[in-house]
């Protein structure tokens, strides 16, 4: 069952997202309330939303809208565990629930938005994001970046909210100049 403070989240993110056309405003609007969410976290997850699997960093769906609008998902990270090179071809908002997550960025230096090769990129600015942090990207120039815990830190656990069900994204191979669309796996709910 849907706990109110998750239904009410839910609700108004869909709210703000239908009639929302620029990403930058979406998220704008949307990272307030997921700080809000993060203090009611404990609310409405459930142990099956902590799984975590010692191969990689582990993606627990919470919500993904039936037409497609919006998924939100808690991922649960392991020390040295790390996304690829990637971005989502969506708006996001990430809040962090336990630990330090790590993002580090980087900056398409070359001119070509939808292209996907002949891709260079900069390695750019690291963040780290404790308990009650809220960050956000939006796509088109994509936000290009790996997300993980470093090896020697604690787990960490976060809340992602996305624009649309984030079943794939495009990763990059930085020296190779190229990315590719993939699939990336999720535990249902
Ligand atoms: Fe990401």
Redesign the pocket.
């Known amino acids: 069952m849907t706990s109110p403070a998750l239904s009410t989240f839910l609700s108004r993110a869909s709210g703000l997202t239908d009639g929302c056309t620029e990403p930058a405003d979406c998220v704008l609007a949307l990272a307030p309330l997921m700080g809000d969410l993060i203090e009611q976290a404990e609310s409405f997850l459930e142990p099956r939303h902590y799984r975590g699997d010692p191969a990689r960093y582990s993606r627990n769906l919470v919500h993904a809208a039936p037409d497609g609008s919006l998924s939100l998902y808690v991922i649960v990270w392991q020390p040295g565990q790390w996304?690829p090179v990637?971005?989502?071809g969506s708006w996001?908002v990430v809040g962090v629930l336990a630990g330090v997550l790590e993002e580090r960025s980087y900056v398409r230096l070359s001119p070509d938005r939808g292209a996907h090769s002949g891709i260079e990129l900069a390695r750019g600015g690291v963040i780290l994001l404790a308990r009650g942090a809220v960050t956000s990207?939006v796509p088109n120039p994509d936000?290009i970046?790996v997300?993980g815990v470093a090896a020697g830190r604690p787990p960490a656990v976060s809340l992602h909210l996305y624009g649309r069900t984030m079943s794939d994204?495009n990763t990059y191979d930085v020296a190779a100049g190229t990315r590719q669309r993939v699939s990336v796996a999720h535990n249902e709910s």
Do not use: P, V
């Open positions: 996304t990637h971005d989502h996001g990207f936000h970046h997300t994204f």
